[in-house]
């Protein structure tokens, strides 16, 4: 095997830890049901996370950019956390409080 892993890793733009591709979501900034193109790749525990923290109307209308998202008050806690745990197997995300109320 003459490529290294190293050379196939990349980061996920929440938590910025590296994972093989292979381990990596494309998340649309704006939703494909919303006619969302952007994506950026994250992590599928960060992926989770986001979709149980907001509805498709918030990521569109208030968080469509990735700069917007990571300064999403809500995420704040999460990326906090997130960053400084390894990354290991897959982490249990439940829908926020927040999200069910409205």
């Not at 980061?11 to 093989?20: D, K, L, W």
């Not at 591709?21 to 952007?38: I, Y």
């Not at 990326?79 to 390894?86: D, L």
Request: proline share 3%; hydrophobic share 30%.
């Amino acid at each position: 095997m003459s490529e290294s892993l190293a050379e196939h890793e990349c980061r996920c733009v929440i938590c910025e830890h590296a994972y093989p591709r292979s381990r990596l979501t494309k998340h649309h900034l704006v939703p494909k049901s919303r006619n969302g193109k952007e994506t950026v790749l994250t992590c599928r525990d960060c992926h989770r996370q986001i979709h149980a923290l907001f509805r498709e109307k918030e990521l569109e209308r208030q968080y469509g950019t990735l700069e917007l998202l990571l300064a999403a008050e809500a995420l704040q806690s999460w990326i906090t956390w997130i960053r400084k745990r390894q990354p290991r197997a897959r982490l249990r995300v439940h829908t926020s409080h927040r999200k069910r109320r409205r």
